[in-house]
Nanobody, 126 residues
Framework: VQLQASGGGFMQAGGSLRLSCAAS????????MGWFRQAPGKERVFVAA????????RYADSVKGRFTISRNKSRNTLYLQMNSLKPEDTAVYYC????????????????????WGQGTQVTVSS
């Protein structure tokens, strides 16, 4: 399985970006998927995840109400809509897929995810 993240860029505070994560190699329609981010000098942390149905989504407190995770199973693609961006959202964003299928509740810990994309940089200026 290969995951390709895209859509990052430079944005002013208050703006929006939409990240995409395209999967190839096999379908991930039965797998939970998520987004993590790593700010400069900090550890990678959980941002959002969704179950294999595209529901039961979970969000970090820092992004609740601003970010929305979704997936298009027919296109084998995961998305992260980021609104009301803040400078503290600046990070490299990684998409990931859980190897366990048909989870009702997606995992929040990165150790649970087996497949990772290469990351896409998001920079938010004040």
């Amino acid at each position: 399985v290969q995951l390709q993240a895209s859509g990052g860029g430079f944005m002013q505070a208050g703006g929006s970006l939409r990240l995409s994560c395209a999967a190839s190699g096999r379908t991930l329609s039965g797998n939970a998927m998520g987004w993590f981010r790593q700010a400069p000098g900090k550890e990678r942390v959980f941002v959002a995840a969704t179950n294999w149905r595209g529901g039961n989504s979970r969000y970090a407190d820092s992004v609740k109400g601003r970010f929305t995770i979704s997936r298009n199973k027919s296109r084998n693609t995961l998305y992260l809509q980021m609104n009301s961006l803040k400078p503290e959202d600046t990070a490299v964003y990684y998409c990931a897929a859980d190897d366990t299928e048909f989870l009702s509740v997606p995992h929040l810990l990165e150790d649970s995810y087996s497949y990772w994309g290469q990351g896409t940089q998001v920079t938010v200026s004040s």
